[in-house]
């Protein structure tokens, strides 16, 4: 059974195929609407967090290619609580073809993934955010038109959004500079993964200096000083993170053509300033649309198969090389 949970699960060639489908289906629901790919076909959405971008893309993208979502919220499941992860999945995957989850432990989702009789999509543990990843990758690879080689500079709190674009730059032989504070930095466990991962590709530095960090950078990406689950730690934090705001002064020592992202919600005056979030240099609301992009392309690619996606791609290209 195939599952989306981490991006180092997949190999690079085939998360390259997911965002030029996702490119594809992106450009066809612009033109003239998804075709009903997923007719009939039901994601089931188990949240024991909050979400805006998660729960409505996830959803919308179901809708767009026919299909259903069901949101399952953390009242109503109460995950290994009311009832085991196992029989969880063992029951809901009798009804719906996927399970979409957003769990606190990463753990929780490798046992949901243990027992599903059905494809298990990650929509973010404690750990990592993979489908975020693959709308940031999607939203450079578009501003840029590769990614191989290119410098993102990650600044603030490494967290589960940190540890999955880590992945990503491995898989997709980018630099990645990650400026946070002593004591918020990547465990050496994930940076040994992303370096295994890369093949000996993945250019990565860590260093507690924001500004040597995005020194030259290609992209600035940053997120929230707290996640969710943190709360009891906001002020503590908040302590000590100002130095890694993302700010018109730190965004001056990054590439002139440097783009900025974040992967949302922002705590505007924190991590990121009101300026920098809806400067010219930001990306960070085509990058909101791009889950509803890259999501679109994971559902089909588990549900109906790569051979329907390499349809639309095939056709894609030929069109490109026609404008040739
Ligand atoms: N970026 C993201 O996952 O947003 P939500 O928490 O709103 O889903
Ligand atoms: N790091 C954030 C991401 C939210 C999408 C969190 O886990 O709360």
Redesign the pocket.
Known sequence: MKHFLDLADWTAADLQFLLDAARALKEQHKREGNPPLLAGKALGMIFQ?????????FEMAMQHVGGHALYLSPQEIGLGKRESIADIARVLGRYVDAIMA?TFEHEHILELARWSPVPVIN??TDYN?P??AMADLLTIYEEFGRLEGLHLAYVGDSNN?ANSLLMGAAQFGMKMSIGSPVGYQPKPAVLEKARQLSRGRLQVTVTDDPVAAVTGADVIYTDTWTS?GQETEAEQRRAIFPPYQVNSALLKHAAEHAIVLH???AHRGEEITDEVADGPQSRLFPQ?EN?LHAQKAILVYLLAGREVLEDLTEKKGSKKDKKK
């Open positions: 967090k909050p979400s805006l971008r998660t729960r409505v893309s957003r929509g973010l955010h489908c975020q959004v969710m992967c949302l919600p909101a889950r």
